[in-house]
């Protein structure tokens, strides 16, 4: 063992390195295991004090973000800058907490302040943050200033974003967001069908007949899938298949209920399979759902990380890939595209509010991309 140091033993007893290396040549296993008890003993007992730590300092940011006022706001900055490097540090849900309780003018110091600039995710999050809840992006950018989630030398996925809110991300998103206190908070999930219609086994049967071609390479996987992994929802299916004749957006139900997916294995004739035609922005909208507020017992990546998540999902289900595609790329190729949302009483969709699929059938109507997610065990 290189250099030396000491180990404790049990009633605070410290001992060199050398001595437990005397006790090992001597044969005294059963003293060398005290003492690693006590060591253990004591790791758990700071482990815990830790915990209730990082527990007790993320409170205190909490209640400084929520409290609207300048004076709050320098004090955060100041224990935020003390605590970045523990697990109390969650720049993404201050910036979230910011954007909610504060005034534009006290969350634009915060952005732009000199204090605050080495605060770099904070203030990339809380740009987005903002937009999210409806600030005008001329105010947000000083004459001439470069974007907040722009710096040189160091890529970071939400200076990908526009720097408006698209059509499909308004204009009621505001009802949607979290609200949350001191001690609570509350959050939406993404709604459920409005007037879901039946496909019967005939209309099955004749989806069925379509051949399709599994076409999902890892990286559609990756990007469509990101919503669930960012939610940590229980599960979900991301895949992609190409057909061999296009199909209209009049067929892309009974094709969908006939697709080789896990979440519809085993389904029998007369078990339900529902769906509807829905609109892109109710798909930006479940999307930003799923990884912005989480799944049970998740907090979720929150606004600015869940609006890039949705967007990458997107730009995977409408075949414009992140990164090589702009976000304008993809969301003229994702207006282009038909949308369907469906359900099914299959054993792995549970038929809870938050379960869904989502299919999304290319232009020339030769490909069907598919998002299911469930956060029921």
């Given at each position: 063992?290189?250099?030396?140091?000491?180990?404790?033993?049990?009633?605070?007893?410290?001992?060199?390195?050398?001595?437990?290396?005397?006790?090992?040549?001597?044969?005294?296993?059963?003293?060398?295991?005290?003492?690693?008890?006590?060591?253990?003993?004591?790791?758990?007992?700071?482990?815990?004090?830790?915990?209730?730590?990082?527990?007790?300092?993320?409170?205190?940011?909490?209640?400084?973000?929520?409290?609207?006022?300048?004076?709050f706001l320098r004090r955060?900055?100041?224990?935020?800058?003390?605590?970045?490097?523990?697990?109390?540090?969650?720049?993404?849900?201050?910036?979230?907490?910011?954007?909610?309780?504060?005034?534009?003018?006290?969350?634009?110091?915060?952005?732009?302040?000199?204090?605050?600039?080495?605060?770099?995710?904070?203030?990339?999050?809380?740009?987005?943050?903002?937009?999210?809840?409806?600030?005008?992006?001329?105010?947000?950018?000083?004459?001439?200033?470069?974007?907040?989630?722009?710096?040189?030398?160091?890529?970071?996925?939400?200076?990908?974003?526009?720097?408006?809110?698209?059509?499909?991300?308004?204009?009621?998103?505001?009802?949607?967001?979290?609200?949350?206190?001191?001690?609570?908070?509350?959050?939406?999930?993404?709604?459920?069908?409005?007037?879901?219609?039946?496909?019967?086994?005939?209309?099955?049967?004749?989806?069925?007949?379509?051949?399709?071609?599994?076409?999902?390479?890892?990286?559609?996987?990756?990007?469509?899938?990101?919503?669930?992994?960012?939610?940590?929802?229980?599960?979900?299916?991301?895949?992609?298949?190409?057909?061999?004749?296009?199909?209209?957006?009049?067929?892309?139900?009974?094709?969908?209920?006939?697709?080789?997916?896990?979440?519809?294995?085993?389904?029998?004739?007369?078990?339900?399979?529902?769906?509807?035609?829905?609109?892109?922005?109710?798909?930006?909208?479940?999307?930003?759902m799923t990884a912005s507020?989480?799944?049970?017992?998740?907090?979720?990546?929150?606004?600015?990380?869940?609006?890039?998540?949705?967007?990458?999902?997107?730009?995977?289900?409408?075949?414009?890939?992140?990164?090589?595609?702009?976000?304008?790329?993809?969301?003229?190729?994702?207006?282009?595209?038909?949308?369907?949302?469906?359900?099914?009483?299959?054993?792995?969709?549970?038929?809870?509010?938050?379960?869904?699929?989502?299919?999304?059938?290319?232009?020339?109507?030769?490909?069907?991309?598919?998002?299911?997610?469930?956060?029921?065990?």
């Amino acid at each position: 063992m290189a250099g030396g140091g000491t180990v404790g033993g049990g009633g605070g007893e410290r001992y060199s390195w050398h001595t437990v290396e005397a006790w090992a040549r001597g044969g005294q296993a059963e003293r060398i295991g005290a003492a690693g008890g006590a060591l253990a003993a004591e790791a758990r007992q700071i482990g815990e004090r830790l915990e209730t730590l990082h527990r007790d300092l993320t409170f205190m940011q909490r209640a400084l973000a929520l409290t609207p006022g300048r004076a709050f706001l320098r004090r955060l900055l100041s224990l935020s800058t003390q605590v970045r490097y523990s697990k109390a540090s969650d720049e993404r849900l201050l910036a979230s907490l910011i954007a909610e309780a504060q005034s534009l003018d006290d969350a634009l110091y915060v952005l732009w302040h000199p204090e605050a600039i080495e605060h770099h995710e904070l203030r990339a999050c809380l740009f987005h943050e903002l937009l999210l809840r409806g600030a005008d992006p001329d105010e947000l950018l000083p004459r001439a200033g470069r974007r907040p989630d722009f710096r040189p030398g160091h890529w970071s996925g939400l200076s990908w974003l526009p720097a408006r809110l698209a059509e499909m991300e308004g204009p009621d998103l505001s009802a949607w967001l979290p609200s949350r206190g001191y001690l609570n908070s509350a959050s939406g999930s993404p709604a459920p069908m409005k007037s879901p219609t039946p496909v019967g086994a005939a209309a099955r049967r004749a989806g069925g007949a379509h051949r399709v071609r599994e076409a999902t390479p890892a990286q559609l996987v990756e990007l469509i899938g990101r919503p669930a992994r960012d939610g940590r929802w229980c599960d979900h299916e991301a895949r992609v298949f190409a057909l061999d004749e296009p199909v209209t957006a009049r067929e892309l139900p009974h094709v969908v209920s006939a697709l080789p997916l896990d979440c519809l294995r085993g389904l029998g004739e007369r078990d339900r399979f529902e769906g509807e035609e829905c609109t892109l922005g109710t798909v930006w909208l479940t999307l930003f759902m799923t990884a912005s507020t989480g799944g049970i017992g998740s907090p979720g990546v929150h606004g600015a990380w869940g609006r890039f998540s949705a967007w990458l999902a997107l730009s995977g289900l409408c075949g414009a890939e992140y990164p090589e595609a702009s976000a304008r790329e993809v969301e003229e190729r994702a207006r282009a595209c038909s949308w369907y949302r469906f359900g099914a009483d299959t054993g792995w969709f549970r038929n809870e509010v938050s379960d869904y699929g989502i299919a999304a059938l290319s232009p020339d109507g030769r490909r069907i991309a598919v998002l299911a997610a469930t956060d029921a065990d």
